[in-house]
C-alpha cells in the first residue's frame, strides 16, 4: 500500500488515484489552517466515538475522501450533473459503510466517515477498507445523461488506537496523508 507510516501512534494509510493536476490546489490547501475535514458535526461526532473507543478499547478508522477533479466536473457539465455525480457517489459509500458508521458529505467534493476497526487486525482491516474503497468509488458513472468515466477519488484512512482522545490530531493524520500522496510535480 502507498504511503504507510506510524504518527504520534496512530497509524495512517493514504494513496491518491492516478493523477492528479490539482497539486497546486493542495499546495496552496496545506498552507490554510481549517482544512475540509474540520467541520463541527464530525468534530463532534469523532470526538463521541474516540470516548466510546477509549471505553470499549475497539480502536475507530477515519476514512476521509476526497472527490478528485469534482471541480472540473461541475465545470464542464454544470451544477446539476455534478450534484447527481456527488449523489452517485454517496450511494455507493452507503454501500460501503454500515448502519452503525457515520458517513457525511462536507462540501466540495469531500467525504468522511467513521466505523470501527476490527480488535484483532486493525491494520488489516483499514487495508481492506482503503481497497474497497478505491475499487467503489472508481469508474464508470451513469447520470441518467453524461457518463463520467471517473479515475477515483483520493482516500485515507486512519487507524485510530481506542487510547486516541484528540479529534484535531485525528483530522489533521487524514488531511496530512492525502496531501502527502499528491506529487507536486
Known amino acids: ?23 497546486d490546489a493542495w499546495v496552496h490547501a496545506s498552507r490554510a489552517i481549517d482544512t475540509p475535514l474540520h467541520q463541527p458535526d464530525l468534530m463532534a461526532e469523532l470526538a463521541r466515538r474516540l470516548a466510546t473507543s477509549g471505553n470499549t478499547g475497539i480502536p ?8 478528485r477533479q469534482f ?21 455507493r459509500l452507503s454501500r460501503v459503510f454500515g448502519a ?12 468522511a466517515a467513521i466505523t470501527q476497526a476490527s480488535r484483532v487486525d486493525p491494520d488489516a482491516s483499514g487495508e481492506v477498507l482503503w481497497s474497497r474503497l478505491l475499487t467503489t468509488l472508481t469508474g464508470r458513472f451513469g447520470l441518467g445523461g453524461p457518463v463520467i468515466d471517473y ?12 487510547s486516541e482522545a484528540a479529534p484535531e490530531a485525528v483530522l489533521a493524520h487524514a488531511y496530512g496523508t492525502m496531501r502527502e500522496s499528491v506529487p507536486l510535480h
Do not use: C, H
Open 1 to 23: 500500500m502507498g504511503g504507510e507510516k506510524l504518527v504520534g501512534g496512530t497509524k495512517v494509510m493514504g494513496r491518491s488515484a492516478p493523477e492528479s493536476d490539482q497539486a
Open 60 to 67: 475507530l478508522m477515519l476514512a476521509a475522501i476526497e472527490l
Open 100 to 111: 452503525g458508521d457515520y458517513l457525511a458529505y462536507l462540501g466540495k467534493g469531500w467525504f
Open 151 to 162: 479515475a477515483g477519488p483520493a482516500v485515507s484512512i486512519v487507524i485510530v488506537p481506542s
Open 71 to 91: 471541480g472540473a466536473i461541475r465545470e464542464l457539465y454544470g451544477r446539476e450533473t455534478a450534484n447527481r455525480f456527488r449523489m452517485a457517489v454517496q450511494g
